[in-house]
């Protein structure tokens, strides 16, 4: 199989963009009467400045699509940082390594009772998070927390750095389903630049992860670029050619796309204002990812603020954070009768801004009638067939 990194190379994705500001009405109409996208041409049209004017159109289509493929559901998952420890500097995050914060791993023991607390919320689906260091994976940290953390959750998947197939098979044989990389920025030159020390530097190594986990068997597998980075129809466009690769040539997985904007963390990074991505600009680009993905999972975390997220329940989105901690060992502080932290600590990613609880979210979603759903039903059926 091909690598993405290579067949990237010739996507004219700079075209694409360009044809995306020239886009003119008869295409978007064209587009919006059929109520569905097959292409980058497609693509690159509904998320152009002048389909922004037809919001209400494609909120139609692709609350129609959401609601034939996954019904009124959100699916509810909550992440749990290991480590902040991390040997790369990216400019943009509060682990990076040359931040001034106190740095941990978290014991195992520590790991399997922070997870009860969120099983205790009602959460069933883990996402294991940790910054970039070789020895999580080769002392079997890893594999250990995933093993203690299946008998109380039954869905877990990570984010973690980029690993050989070798490394992940392992985890996955320890029972992990899922994997979630993004590339934070697609455009290179800008990668290299907010990416200066570390294995991070490797910009198609990590272009190619989704392939090395498809190939050690993950079952779900992330896509998604961190908006603000760059110009965020560059990264729209190149995360929608990276999930038609996939489902053409790792077509078993099932596939989430991650719609994540820039959030304020430790450091002196500044992002660039003509980056900015509105809140008008996220929703146009999560009904677009819905038109052009009619089966991929939608996710949003709680980087985005509340009223956002409460609008984009029946926008296209099928899977929330929630009541979320973005550093290590924080749970371990949270007062579990409201599900906030007693005091602050200092070494957290970044700042989210949806501090509402777990039950706060599963009613405001109940709220607009659809159904929180904490339990992902497929890897039972898979291992019982
Ligand atoms: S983004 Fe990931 S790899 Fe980069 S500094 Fe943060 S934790 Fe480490």
């Known amino acids: 199989m091909s690598n993405f990194s290579d067949i990237y190379q010739n996507i004219p994705i700079e075209a694409l963009v360009q044809q995306s500001s020239d886009t003119n009405e008869l295409i978007v109409k064209r587009i919006l009467g059929k109520g569905e996208v097959r292409n980058l041409d497609d693509f690159a049209a509904l998320i152009s400045p002048l389909a922004g004017g037809y919001l209400e159109e494609l909120a139609y289509h692709s609350n129609k699509i ?52 969120l099983a205790n919320q009602g959460f069933r689906s883990l996402l294991i998070v940790a910054g970039e260091h070789p020895k999580y994976v080769s002392n079997g940290y890893v594999e250990n927390c995933i093993s203690h953390c299946l008998k109380i959750m039954p869905s877990i998947s990570i984010e973690l750095g980029p690993l050989e197939v070798e490394n992940y098979i392992p985890l996955v044989k320890a029972g992990c389903e899922g994997l979630i990389v993004y590339q934070e920025t697609y455009h290179e030159d800008t990668y290299k630049e907010i990416h200066p020390v570390g294995p991070k530097k490797k910009y198609s190594w990590r272009m190619d992860t989704p392939q090395r986990a498809y190939a050690a068997g993950f079952r779900k597998i992330g896509l998604g ?14 995360v929608a050619a990276h999930a038609l690769f996939m489902l053409q040539h790792c077509w078993k997985v099932q596939l989430s796309i991650s719609v994540l904007r820039l959030r304020p963390s430790m450091g002196n990074f500044k992002p660039n204002k003509n980056y900015l991505m509105s809140n008008r600009d996220i929703t146009q680009l999560i009904c677009a990812f819905r038109m052009l993905l009619p089966h991929a999972n939608i996710v949003l ?23 979320s901690s973005t550093e290590p060992g924080a749970y371990s502080n949270f007062e579990e009768s409201n599900w906030s932290p007693k005091q602050k600590q200092p070494g957290e990613q970044f700042h989210i801004a949806d501090d509402r609880s777990p039950r706060e979210i ?15 039903f497929d890897q039972s059926l898979v291992t019982s067939s």
């Not at 019904?71 to 998952?77: E, S």
Request: charged content about 20%; hydrophobic content about 35%; some cysteine.
């Open 66 to 117: 959401t609601k034939n493929h996954f019904g009124k559901t959100i699916r509810l998952f909550a992440p749990i940082y290991l480590s902040n420890e991390c040997v790369n500097i990216c400019t943009y995050c509060g682990f990076s390594r040359n931040n001034k914060i106190p740095r941990i791993t978290i014991p195992l023991e520590q790991v399997v009772s922070e997870t009860r607390m």
């Open 225 to 238: 670029a961190l908006y603000g980075l760059y110009d965020w129809r560059y990264e729209a466009l190149s």
């Open 301 to 323: 975390s709680t980087r985005e603020p509340a009223a956002l997220r409460n609008g984009l329940v029946r926008l296209g989105v099928t899977t929330m954070s929630a009541g």
């Open 362 to 376: 599963a009613s405001m979603i109940s709220g607009q009638g659809y159904e929180p759903i904490w339990k992902d």
